[in-house]
């Protein structure tokens, strides 16, 4: 059985990418720091008859994490696309946060994501295939939003990295970028956007892209 993991599962697009990928049939592995935003999730899908797996880690926590990905593969089996969806996303401007405040941004919407690629690329590169698929923003910086700005240009530079390093070796490595504010029922419709996750995941591999970014359009990937 094909399997996902998605890693950052709050109440908008990890649900959302989660359950576009379980619509096709996929074991699904849920990773969020509270119980409460895998829990719903996980009854739900089981329900569909999916197998799933709900999952608690701090993605901070660089031990915790990898342990619970170890504990993901070892009960729902080597994955076939991996999903990193967490963020910190807050208002800032420049000079308003401190230095420490800063390395907590960074730590979640940059460090956990390296975290998660090392943890689960050599499993990848041992099957000789597979997706790492990462929830990119602001393709442009914004100055009211300075940690999430910086955090996502990072992000865009992790995915380009790891490109490099492990495309040869039959892995795809990518990353949706939204460019706007995520909401039911708007041209940003978290369902709307999964469903770029899964293209991404089916792409044939002479056709790989790096990066997507998702403008609200209804525009086909190229």
Do not use: C
């Not at 963020?87 to 000079?95: E, H, M, N």
């Not at 730590?107 to 690629?117: E, P």
Request: hydrophobic share 45%; net charge negative; no cysteine.
């Amino acid at each position: 059985m094909a399997t996902a993991l998605v890693v950052g599962v709050g109440p908008g697009l990890g649900r959302a990418v989660a359950r576009r990928f379980a619509r096709e049939g996929y074991a699904v592995g849920l990773i969020a720091r509270r119980p409460e935003a895998v829990d719903e999730l996980a009854a739900e899908l089981g329900e569909l008859g999916v197998r799933t797996l709900a999952l608690t880690a701090d993605v901070t926590d660089e031990p915790a994490l990898r342990n619970t990905l170890d504990r993901a593969v070892a009960e729902l089996g080597p994955p076939d696309v991996v999903v990193y969806n967490a963020a910190l996303i807050r208002p800032d401007v420049p000079g308003e946060m401190t230095a420490g405040e800063h390395l907590d941004a960074w730590a979640v919407n940059v460090v956990g994501a390296h975290t998660t690629a090392s943890a689960v690329l050599p499993r990848l590169v041992e099957r000789g295939r597979g997706t790492l698929l990462l929830t990119g923003g602001m393709p442009e910086p914004k100055a009211e939003y300075v940690s999430l700005s910086l955090g996502k240009a990072g992000l865009r530079a992790l995915a380009r990295m790891l490109d490099q390093r492990y495309r040869d070796a039959g892995v795809h490595v990518g990353m949706v970028t939204v460019d706007g504010p995520i909401a039911p029922g708007t041209a940003f419709d978290p369902e709307d956007i999964a469903e770029h996750y899964w293209r991404l995941h089916g792409q044939r591999p002479d056709g790989w892209q790096v990066e997507y970014v998702y403008t609200g359009s209804a525009r086909s990937l190229a």
